[in-house]
């Protein structure tokens, strides 16, 4: 069924340990990415749903995979942990998709590893369908982030609090190499590991800098402005991903681990769901200096490449770092110009901004509702809906006469601005409640939920008089308050 073609497996031993998936007692195929497989040019045979089952859970290994589960390191909420690795996910094989690009394979949930240390290696229908709900939804927002291939259930039971159905989720990512998996060799000390690793990921993920004359340092730089780009365009849509480790951090630039990871409702800039994340550390504001962080511990792993006389790699990663901050701003501002509407660039853009986010912040406002009913006051509409998102208006309202005046430096027409301003405000995000109606509907083995919602997803910048009850934030009631990494 796959073409694979497997260059982690080819990488020395101990990169990893070779595992084969813990067959399951009742496969079932819940769910499987037409769209996601023809990309991947996979040959699936759609007319024996069994077997696909069978193979997507692990019980049948297909010809070429190399299971294996990959070895990692971690700094989790600030501690590091010099051994995590892969603990319940077990990557089959690579295949390379139509456009020529190598994609990874893992089946996560698939039984107990050599890393496993307590866990059982197995997941939980929820938070398998959680990632698929949450990852599907962010590729169609238009933000990089690892896919959903399949959703298999076990016909067994997980224990976490309670008993709950079991399954395996079929993930796709451009690659699974974390920080934490430079982390592992520099905790041992060994440089020819992390140069193996670093070549690795310079020749699957920015080939260009091959021929650079200071290739490892211009790895360093380019996964920092990739990381930059992708946090800025999550706080563009309000996503805060909860548990930024290390280990949760991809070379490739892909948004990875959607445990307790949810989207704002109500706009506060010191947001924050996850249940384990009590100091606030990743915090919606926090992203970009924890992300900072997490590069200045991939550049700790790289100073042995960077330069023999390790003062000076010292000095070279500080200017990646500096770099970093810089990068983010432009690209942070970059995104919320477009959201207001902006075409070009003005000095006081940023104040603009930062204007309607202390308004959002004061008002309570609703972070995509409001965004997207700016959308129709630029095409004409009037401000009252808008102004109702804000418990108090008088503050949106005067900042509405002063995006007027910027407006108004730009020729645009009225229904041109709108619409490019639609492009980039989301009508439909996955709000907490709707994906918890979803899971807990999922549990009692209706799937109808998760469906609609998937579809709802598909096409988040598009008004869909079938799905408005996805573009209004929860009421009261339905708030929810709390997330759950659910492993
Ligand atoms: P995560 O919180 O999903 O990023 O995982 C952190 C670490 O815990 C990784 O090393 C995982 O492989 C491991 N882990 C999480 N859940 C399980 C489980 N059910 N069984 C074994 N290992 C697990
Ligand atoms: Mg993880």
């Known amino acids: 069924m796959f073409q694979f073609d497997n260059s982690?497996?080819?990488?020395?031993?101990?990169?990893?340990a070779s595992v084969y998936p813990e067959p399951v007692e009742g496969p079932v195929l819940l769910k499987f990415n037409e769209a996601l497989a023809e990309e991947l040019g996979i040959g699936a045979d759609l007319?024996?749903?069994?077997?696909?089952?069978?193979?997507?859970a692990g019980n049948v290994v297909p010809q070429g995979a190399t299971p294996l589960a990959m070895a990692y390191a971690g700094h989790q909420f600030g501690s590091f942990v010099p051994q995590l690795g892969d603990g319940r996910a077990i990557l089959l094989g690579e295949v390379v998709d139509r456009s020529g690009t190598r994609r990874d394979i893992q089946l996560k949930g698939a039984g107990p590893t050599p890393f496993s240390r307590r866990g059982d290696g197995r997941a939980a229908l929820g938070p398998v369908l959680r990632?698929?709900?949450?990852?599907?939804?962010?590729?169609?927002?238009?933000?990089?982030?690892?896919?959903?291939?399949?959703?298999?259930?076990t016909g067994e039971q997980v224990y976490r609090e309670t008993p709950q159905p079991g399954a395996v989720f079929v993930r796709v990512a451009a690659s699974h190499v974390r920080i934490g998996t430079f982390q592992y060799f520099a905790a041992r000390q060994d440089v020819e590991g992390l140069r193996i690793l670093a070549d690795y990921v310079i020749d699957r993920h920015y080939p260009?800098?091959?021929?650079?004359?200071?290739?490892?340092?211009?790895?360093?730089?380019a996964v920092a402005f990739a990381q930059a780009d992708l946090v800025a365009r999550w706080l563009g849509v309000g996503f805060i991903h909860g548990v930024m480790n290390t280990d949760n951090m991809t070379l490739s630039g892909e948004t990875i681990d959607f445990?307790?990871?949810?989207?704002?409702?109500?706009?506060?800039?010191?947001?924050?769901?996850?249940?384990?994340?009590?100091?606030?550390?990743?915090?919606?504001?926090?992203?970009?200096?924890?992300?900072?962080?997490?590069?200045?511990?991939?550049?700790?792993?790289?100073?042995?490449?960077?330069?023999?006389?390790?003062?000076?790699?010292?000095?070279?990663?500080?200017h990646v770092l500096s770099e970093f901050g810089e990068r983010f701003q432009t690209q942070?501002?970059?995104?919320?110009?477009?959201?207001?509407?902006?075409?070009?660039?003005?000095?006081?853009?940023?104040?603009?901004?930062?204007?309607?986010?202390?308004?959002?912040?004061?008002?309570?406002?609703?972070?995509?509702?409001?965004f997207r009913q700016l959308c129709h006051v630029a095409g004409g509409e009037s401000d009252e809906l808008f102004l109702s998102l804000f418990k108090d208006p008088s503050g949106a309202s005067g900042w509405l006469s002063r995006w007027r005046t910027r407006l108004e430096q730009e020729k645009a027409l009225p229904q041109e601005r709108a619409s490019a301003m639609r492009a980039v405000n989301p009508a439909i995000i996955p709000r907490n409640h709707k994906v918890e109606e979803a899971l807990a509907a999922a549990n009692y083995g209706d799937l109808s939920f998760f469906e609609r919602l998937l579809q709802a997803l598909e096409k988040p910048y598009e008004d869909h008089v079938e799905f408005a009850d996805y573009a209004v934030p929860p009421k009261p009631e339905e708030r929810v308050l709390q997330t759950f990494c659910g492993t």
């Open 8 to 16: 982690y497996a080819r990488l020395p031993d101990h990169f990893y």
């Open 208 to 221: 260009e800098l091959k021929e650079r004359e200071r290739p490892y340092l211009d790895l360093l730089r």
């Open 259 to 318: 445990g307790p990871c949810a989207f704002l409702d109500e706009y506060d800039q010191m947001k924050v769901f996850s249940s384990i994340d009590q100091g606030g550390r990743y915090a919606y504001r926090n992203q970009p200096g924890i992300a900072q962080w997490n590069i200045a511990r991939l550049a700790e792993c790289l100073l042995p490449l960077i330069d023999d006389d390790q003062d000076k790699a010292v000095l070279s990663a500080n």
């Open 47 to 56: 007319s024996d749903p069994a077997r696909l089952a069978a193979i997507l």
């Open 332 to 370: 942070w501002l970059a995104v919320f110009r477009r959201k207001l509407g902006f075409l070009e660039e003005e000095e006081g853009d940023g104040d603009l901004v930062q204007g309607l986010l202390s308004a959002m912040q004061e008002g309570e406002a609703d972070f995509t509702r409001t």
């Open 131 to 153: 990632e698929y709900i949450l990852s599907e939804a962010m590729h169609a927002l238009g933000i990089r982030a690892t896919r959903a291939l399949a959703a298999v259930a």
